[in-house]
Structures are given as structure tokens and as C-alpha cells.
């Protein structure tokens, strides 16, 4: 989907926040299109050093909060507030997203 940027603004809030899954290159997100080594760049085209990212993963691992699921369960979540991940998981699992304003 070409560049993005790592931060949107989020009127609601008038605040300045993180809206970027860069993460997602180094944590198995590898096909066809994605080569984690060149996923992430600097504004120049230059790749982010690895280093960087493993801090930035080590940052999202220390600051995450794992929700404990239960069948029937139904989970909201304002996405310009929190970062969500997707965990490995153990089969079957569904999950049904819905996007709205």
C-alpha cells in the first residue's frame, strides 16, 4: 500500500498518536510483497535498522495487556486509542471484526 506514516492526528482527542503496524514486518509478517529487511523505512527510503525495531517490539511486549478470552465474549475497541495484536493462538478461533465510525 506504498508509505505511510507512523502517526496520525486524532481529532477527537487533539493529540498526536501512533497509527503504524511496522512491527508487523519483523513478527512473521513475510510474503510475496513483504521482505521484512526492506518493509520499514526511513522518509529517504533507507531501512530502519533491525536494532531499532527490536526495541521497539521489546517496548510493545512490556507494555501490552493480554485479554483473557472466554467463549461468547464480545470485545470493543477504539483503534486510534490502543494498539491491538494478534497473538499466536490455539485452533479453532474465530474472530469477527467490524469497522465503523
Not at 22 to 40: C, H, I, L
Not at 47 to 71: G, S
Amino acid at each position: 500500500m506504498g508509505p505511510i506514516p507512523a502517526t496520525k492526528v486524532d481529532k477527537s482527542r487533539q493529540r498526536k498518536i501512533w497509527f503504524n503496524s511496522m512491527v508487523a514486518a519483523y513478527t512473521g509478517w513475510e510474503d510475496a510483497r513483504n521482505d521484512p529487511a526492506k518493509a520499514v523505512t526511513f522518509g529517504d527510503g533507507k531501512p530502519l535498522p533491525t536494532d531499532i525495531i527490536c526495541d521497539c517490539l521489546k517496548i510493545l511486549d512490556k507494555e501490552n495487556v493480554a485479554i483473557p478470552w472466554q467463549k461468547g465474549d464480545v470485545l470493543l475497541l477504539d483503534n486510534w486509542a490502543v494498539l491491538h495484536s494478534r497473538r499466536p493462538f490455539d485452533p479453532p478461533h474465530h474472530v469477527l471484526a467490524s469497522l465503523f465510525k
